[in-house]
T-cell receptor
Framework: DSGVTQTPKHLITATGQRVTLRCSPR?????VYWYQQSLDQGLQFLIQ???????AKGNILERFSAQQFPDLHSELNLSSLELGDSALYFC????????????FGPGTRLTVT | DQQVKQNSPSLSVQEGRISILNCDYT??????FLWYKKYPAEGPTFLIS???IKDKNEDGRFTVFLNKSAKHLSLHIVPSQPGDSAVYFC??????????WGAGTKLIIKP
């Protein structure tokens, strides 16, 4: 158990809809990362927050947004969903902003129909 | 453009033998290379790292080798155990600390 929790585990929704994925980092970790893993692909970095502030941005679509709250949990909002957004979404956390050792949650599997 | 490549989607190895997982990269601007391991229904877990200025790093049964001239790294697992069956990802860390990941190699350890 990494100490990182993600909810929900599974999500099935229709095209055009909006969903919110939630992540609670390990106790004491200030940095939260979001990744997308499409079928048979590596993890694609989406965005990172550190202590409530956006720290780095990857290949995140404009339809996607995220935030980190004062209690350090984070939410990833995906809107105007398309079939191609179907993927595993992982959240990870680390104590430091630039740590390469990141602790991952079990992921949220999103299926867009 | 994919900067970290794992060209073998899967690898099958006999228990007790050596497992060698390979990774190639196309960008020299990584300061660290990492290996993560992933079991089904779980997130990846960090396994071992190597600095771009090193050639080798060892941690128990796991050794990572870095060949900078060939832009190639490999993970050696000796001896392989059934619990090593998992998907292994290599990743490089950019100077802005962003991790660039390979597509993964599924390792199957046969009894």
């Amino acid at each position: 158990d990494s100490g990182v929790t993600q909810t929900p585990k599974h999500l099935i929704t229709a095209t055009g809809q909006r969903v919110t994925l939630r992540c609670s980092p390990r106790s004491g970790d200030l940095s939260v990362y979001w990744y997308q893993q499409s079928l048979d692909q590596g993890l694609q970095f989406l965005i990172q927050y550190y202590n409530g502030e956006e720290r780095a941005k990857g290949n995140i679509l404009e339809r996607f947004s995220a935030q980190q709250f004062p209690d350090l949990h984070s939410e990833l909002n995906l809107s105007s969903l398309e079939l191609g957004d179907s993927a595993l979404y992982f959240c990870a956390s680390s104590a430091l902003a630039g740590a390469y050792e990141q602790y991952f949650g079990p992921g949220t599997r999103l299926t867009v129909t | 453009d994919q900067q970290v490549k794992q060209n073998s989607p899967s690898l099958s190895v006999q228990e007790g033998r050596i497992s060698i997982l390979n990774c190639d990269y196309t960008n020299s601007m990584f300061d660290y290379f990492l290996w993560y391991k992933k079991y089904p229904a779980e997130g990846p877990t960090f396994l071992i790292s190597i600095s771009s200025i090193k050639d080798k790093n060892e941690d128990g049964r796991f050794t990572v080798f870095l060949n900078k001239s060939a832009k190639h790294l490999s993970l050696h697992i000796v001896p392989s155990q059934p619990g090593d069956s998992a998907v292994y990802f290599c990743a490089g860390r950019r100077s802005n600390y962003q991790l660039i990941w390979g597509a993964g190699t599924k390792l199957i350890i046969k009894p």
